[in-house]
């Protein structure tokens, strides 16, 4: 079945900077994209999302892009603050699983001060 | 999201005990969804719901049961046949099957007496 291959598993950077995680796939015809961010002990929340008919959608700090020929979607965290630090999911829609969501392993974010 | 509740945030389970864990949802989602997240892992598939009376096992529904006799609520049991219960437990909904964002519960932790 499709696996959502995510990276990096941790990320530390300085606050201020800018932080990317990027997620592959295999399955062509995957046309939803979500992002959630988990803080320790707590609910996954959405925070961005794409379709596959866009390249790219921002929120404020936060952006998207997707890749569709090369089959990876990035997630963009710009002037990355304290209240960034968490645990960051990529997911995919996918056909064949019933359009079920597939999750990445997920992304520990570290902003260090 | 304050459309979802789980209960009880906490659950200790004896040995050879079943246990049911709730999960409502006045979000008026046709889609519901149980995952299992143990400790700096991602968020694994245990059965999930698309319909009232309709329900589908997910990649580890193994020692699981549910039900969805209402829209509204979609409760899981572990069973004693599910030898490893210990995780964080975490309920979702969506607008419809697939493609749509979920929202989550804020989750039962549930450990082994």
């Known amino acids: 079945g499709e696996n959502v291959e995510q990276h990096p598993s941790t990320l530390s950077v300085q606050e201020g900077d800018s932080a990317v995680i990027k997620c592959t796939y295999s399955?062509?015809?995957?046309?939803?994209f979500p992002w959630y961010k988990q803080e320790l002990g707590k609910r996954p929340q959405l925070i961005i999302d794409?379709?596959?008919n866009v390249g790219e959608k921002k929120d404020q700090r936060i952006a998207v892009t997707l890749n569709k020929t090369a089959k990876h979607f990035s997630l963009h965290i710009t002037e990355t603050q304290p209240e960034d630090s968490a645990v960051y999911f990529c997911?995919?829609?996918?056909?064949?699983?019933?359009?079920?969501?597939?999750w990445g392993a997920g992304t520990k974010l570290i902003i260090k001060p | 999201d304050g459309g979802i509740t789980q209960s009880p945030k906490y659950l200790f389970r004896k040995e050879g005990q079943n246990v049911t864990l709730s999960c409502e949802q006045n979000?008026?989602?046709?889609?519901m969804y149980w995952y299992r997240q143990d400790p700096g892992q991602g968020l694994r598939l245990i059965y999930y719901s698309q319909i009232v009376n309709d329900f589908q096992k997910g990649d580890i529904a193994e020692g699981y049961s549910v039900s969805r006799e209402k829209k509204e609520s979609f409760p899981l049991t572990v069973t004693s046949a599910q030898k490893n219960p210990t995780a964080f437990y975490l309920c979702?909904?969506?607008?419809?099957?697939?493609?749509?964002?979920?929202?989550f519960g804020d989750g039962t932790r549930l450990s082994i007496l």
């Open positions: 399955d062509s015809a995957s046309n939803y």
């Open positions: 794409i379709r596959s």
């Open positions: 979702a909904s969506s607008i419809h099957r697939g493609n749509q964002p979920q929202h």
């Open positions: 997911a995919l829609s996918v056909r064949d699983s019933n359009y079920q969501l597939i």
């Open positions: 979000l008026n989602h046709d889609a």
